[in-house]
């Protein structure tokens, strides 16, 4: 289990790294829009085949992120990646506030159904 913990926190920081790589000034604009184009990607909630399908749903992100991964760092200067690697891996290693993670789904839960509520004739309450 902690093999695969480590996987996944290996990619969650390369991901990182590659937002990063994306706002980077000295990197040109081919290797720029392919980060933009990873980092949505891992981080949209749209897939090419969707989760709720077994197996096939979450083994295309599986595959696809870290292929992507892989494909940004071998077009990407070495020491422009490494130095956001470094920044990544700082972020990766702060403490996760749960409080703030609860505040932040609570806003936008009253937000969706403010919005329901207001878009929705009010009569669904």
């Known amino acids: 289990m902690k093999f695969l913990r ?9 991901a990182h790294a590659i937002w990063l790589c994306a706002r980077d000034p000295k990197l ?3 290797p720029r829009l392919l ?19 077994p ?12 292929l992507g991964i892989w494909l940004f760092i071998k077009i990407t200067p070495p020491q422009v990646f490494a130095r956001n690697l ?9 403490p996760v506030s749960k409080v703030s993670a ?3 789904i609570a806003i ?14 009010k009569s669904w309450l």
């Open 28 to 30: 040109g604009w081919g």
């Open 86 to 94: 470094a920044i990544a891996e700082v972020a990766g290693n702060r």
């Open 102 to 104: 609860a505040v932040i």
């Open 6 to 14: 480590a996987i996944v926190y290996n990619i969650k920081v390369q």
């Open 108 to 121: 936008w839960v009253f937000a969706a159904f403010t919005a329901a509520y207001y878009l929705g004739g």
């Open 35 to 53: 980060a933009l184009f990873i980092a949505g990607y891992a981080l949209s909630p749209i897939d090419l085949i969707p989760d709720f399908i």
């Open 55 to 66: 197996v096939l749903g979450l083994l295309d992100d599986a595959i696809l992120i870290p």
